[in-house]
């Protein structure tokens, strides 16, 4: 089970910290993700972490100002996100990819297995 929280209404350029809390698996085993639906869009990554924690992966529209990380102690994921822009309004996924022959983190949301029920991030002008 995968659990977000930390979403909610921001101003632009202002920030936010999304959390994500995994129970009821081997959470180290599982590459994670964050990934990201706009009303009217389809499903889009965001940023993705590997099993170790030593890689990470970015979508061009948040380089620079989104920063995933994990805690495979606490089975937690976070994604510190600033400057934040109307257009990164969307609900937010927490996902994991529990492929163990995939070493890559994957960009594509549907090869993701596991789920959050999201978060929703509302950035105003």
């Known amino acids: 089970q995968l659990v977000e929280s930390g979403g909610g209404l921001v101003q632009a350029g202002g920030s936010l910290r999304l959390s994500c809390a995994a129970s009821?698996?081997?959470?180290?085993?599982?590459?994670m993700a964050w990934i990201r639906q706009a009303p009217g869009k389809e499903r889009e990554f965001v940023a993705g972490i590997s099993r170790s924690g030593l890689a990470t992966k970015y979508a061009d529209s948040v380089k620079g100002r989104f920063t995933i990380s994990r805690d495979n102690a606490e089975k937690t994921i976070t994604l510190q996100m600033s400057t934040l822009k109307p257009e990164d309004t969307a609900v937010y996924y927490c996902?994991?990819?529990?492929?163990?022959?995939?070493?890559?983190?994957?960009?594509?949301?549907?090869?993701?297995?596991?789920w959050g029920q999201g978060t929703q991030v509302t950035v105003s002008l």
């Open positions: 996902a994991a990819d529990e492929t163990p022959q995939r070493q890559a983190i994957p960009v594509v949301p549907a090869l993701y297995d596991y």
């Open positions: 009821g698996r081997t959470f180290a085993d599982s590459a």
